[in-house]
């Protein structure tokens, strides 16, 4: 038990079956709002519009998220001077402003600090593990400064360098949360998620699961698949999910990067407050706690996840003050067919229509099959050249 006025830290509220929620998607919400720019998706917003990035961890602070994540995905040196961007920051301010503002929030509710890393360019570019791990090291040197209070290996498309990334965040002395960015086939080498799931915890990882890159059905589907290698292994682990807030039902094993629509025609595929219910409620009941999103999700739709579980949590999110449930404030509207929708079959029942006659319910995803070491995917500090996009346009069909 933690002392009185004294947080408990994420392994023990886990160990004592809470529920956990956790942000949303910070790149895309930020991208929307005009602070980060798709593409490159880096953080500096967190050092360039501070106010952007602490409102943001507000506002999903009220709807009942329990982690403020850092804003530091792609916070790494490499990846911040990657194909020819300059920025007025380094990743070390970066980092530690991020960190500032993930704690300042977190101290205005019962929320915790999670700094976090993910995948680097060095890796695709076919550097050595000690390099990889020497980038991870750094990042991990603010976190460690800032004395946040556990940390977050996400967004790793391979399971050996998600493996380098917890064995450099276990040595902070922090639990180590692990999430892949794969589906049921498993990460881009052909690794089962079972078998991931495995190399994570013997790597040292308390959490493992996954997040961004798949819908909730799949993601939700994929940690069971991991739980199963897991539990079969005779090892023990905490489970988390934070999938995308978009529908991905055509998506290939490389995920929602692959589609046509990404990344700035993917709305159309946006899950309903309705959607987010049954994720959270399959998410729990598949023994899942720490139930979270990534890309695309807003601070409604992780109030609807504490909605959902507000009885196991034991408490509604504070910004349910302002919505009621199932759409029950709907009673005061001024139509009466608007009033009648104020019921929780109405909105379960519901299949929304998206008001597009000429467009196609699902995609075909690009699938061009590189992976790491492949020259499509070797990176470089010099910006893409005139010719270089060339041949992309030429390899992807779409002419000059």
Not at 127 to 155: G, H, P, R, S
Not at 278 to 296: L, M, Q, S, T, V
């Amino acid at each position: 038990m933690a002392p009185a006025g004294e947080k408990k830290n994420i392994l023990e509220r886990l160990d004592a079956g809470e529920v956990v929620i956790g942000d949303g998607g910070f790149v895309f919400a930020l991208e929307k709002r005009g602070y980060v720019k798709a593409g490159p998706w880096t953080p500096e917003a967190a050092a360039e519009h501070p106010e952007s990035v602490r409102q943001l961890h507000r506002e999903f602070l009220r709807a009942g998220s329990n982690v403020m994540q850092t804003f530091t995905f792609y916070a790494s040196d490499d990846k911040l001077e990657n194909r020819g961007q300059s920025l007025s920051f380094t990743g070390r301010q970066i980092n530690e402003a991020a960190c500032d503002l993930a704690r300042e929030v977190a101290n205005e509710g019962d929320a915790l600090v999670a700094g976090g890393v993910s995948q680097t360019p060095a890796y695709l570019s076919g550097k050595t593990e000690e390099e990889v791990k020497a980038i991870f090291m750094k990042q991990i040197d603010v976190f460690v400064q800032k004395n946040v209070d556990f940390l977050i290996a996400e967004y790793f498309e391979h399971v050996e360098e998600a493996e380098w990334a917890v064995q450099v965040l276990k040595s902070s002395g922090k639990p180590v949360a692990a999430t892949l960015c794969i589906g049921p086939e498993g990460d881009l080498n052909g690794v089962s998620p079972g078998d991931c799931a495995v190399r994570l915890v013997k790597a040292g990882a308390d959490i493992v699961g996954i997040n961004c890159h798949f819908d909730p059905e799949t993601c939700v589907k994929t940690v069971k698949l991991m739980k199963e290698g897991v539990e079969k292994a005779g090892l023990k682990a905490h489970y988390m999910s934070q999938p995308l807030a978009f529908h991905t039902p055509d998506c290939g094993r490389q995920g929602f990067i692959d589609l046509p629509e990404f990344p700035f025609g993917l709305e159309p595929r946006i899950l309903t407050r309705m959607d987010m219910h049954k994720y959270a409620r399959e998410a729990y009941n598949a023994g899942i706690r720490y139930i979270g999103g990534c890309c695309g999700f807003e601070p409604y739709h992780i109030r609807a996840l504490a909605e959902e579980l507000e009885a196991e949590r034991g408490c509604p999110p504070p910004g349910s003050e302002k919505h009621g449930s199932w759409g029950s404030a709907l009673s005061l509207h001024t139509k009466p067919w608007v009033r009648a929708r104020a019921r929780r079959d109405y909105w379960e029942k519901l299949k929304p229509a998206s008001g597009r006659p000429f467009c196609p319910s699902m995609s075909t995803p690009d699938s061009w099959g590189v992976t790491k070491g492949h020259a499509d995917l070797m990176q470089q500090k010099e910006a893409t050249s005139k010719e270089q996009l060339e041949a992309l346009f030429d390899k992807a069909g779409q002419g000059h």
